[in-house]
């Protein structure tokens, strides 16, 4: 199996800090803006808010609902981001790795 030039290329975004801002805001979707998926990070932020108005308008369950599915899928970007699979907003892999791999801008 061959890799093409697309699969080695690696984003210039810090893989650390995509990590911490995944770990610590990620049900807000703070990392989805820094690694350029504005798409993902409005849809984390519009059900963190929606968790919120709920809550506080006493729809307690829905709200809970609404911020599990949200849990869910910062668990799952995490894990991505962690094994190295994650691509920023121009298609390129966020990983540590740097080796045999070109870089972009």
């Excluded at 409005?42 to 006493?58: E, P, Q, R, W, Y």
């Excluded at 849990?71 to 994650?86: D, R």
């Amino acid at each position: 199996m061959s890799a093409t030039d697309d699969e080695l290329s690696i984003s210039g975004k810090n893989y650390g800090l995509a990590v911490a801002l995944c770990g610590i805001f990620g049900t807000v979707g703070i990392h989805h803006f820094y690694i350029g998926n504005w798409f993902h990070g409005l849809i984390d932020l519009a059900l963190f808010t929606l968790f919120l108005v709920l809550v506080l308008s006493g729809i307690t369950g829905f709200g809970l609902f609404v911020f599990g599915i949200d849990i869910l899928h910062t668990l799952f970007v995490f894990y991505k981001l962690i094994i190295g699979e994650q691509r920023d907003g121009r298609g390129n892999l966020i990983t540590w790795k740097r080796e045999n791999c070109t870089t972009a801008d």
